[in-house]
């Protein structure tokens, strides 16, 4: 029966396996994840559906996640301000664009074949190669960005580095896109 018990794989988000050390205590966590939640669906939709309201989807978001409908306008206004970036465009101009793309790849590095998972939120190829962003919906004070971004730099290399795997394709760029300024940091 024990043998029967014992586990044969395991499953790890890459997010955490990448991500080494307390997160810096920086910004205010009253919206949380379900903020993060919220942005990361209308992102979605807009970048699919770029000319498409987004406010009754706003509104749906918002309330599943328990959130108060008094964030609507603050929320619109966030992803119209990454709507507006450079970076954006980019991926609107790119040759082929996707977001939120589920990344699963077995790892042997250990005793146990582990499962690492993970989503990218978006990722699309220019003809240098393929540029990953991950959005950061927390609100930091704009002097903290540096030491964040070098938090959040395993996790974007660990996604950059699974993507070259499953695509056999080059990884150009990454950065970390913060959605509370509209800016995007290259990496």
Known sequence: WATCM????DVQAIKELAL????????????????????????????????????????????EEGLSLDMLDEVIATVKRVMASDMWKRAQASEHCLVEVPIQTLSSDSQLPTILRGVIDLVFREPSGWVIV????????????????????????????????????TVSEQGVFYTHFGHYVKL
Do not use: F, I
Request: charged share 25%.
């Open 6 to 9: 014992k586990s044969t794989y």
């Open 20 to 63: 080494k050390g307390p997160k810096p205590a920086y910004g205010t966590a009253v919206q949380g994840k379900e903020w993060g939640t919220v942005l990361h669906t209308l992102l979605e939709a807009a970048m699919k559906h770029s000319d498409s309201d987004l406010k009754p989807l706003a509104v749906s978001s918002l309330t």
């Open 134 to 169: 991950d959005y950061k919906s927390e609100r930091v004070p704009a002097d903290t960005l540096e030491e964040l971004t070098k938090y959040y730099r395993p996790q974007l290399e660990a996604y950059a580095q699974r993507w070259q795997e499953l695509t056999g394709e």
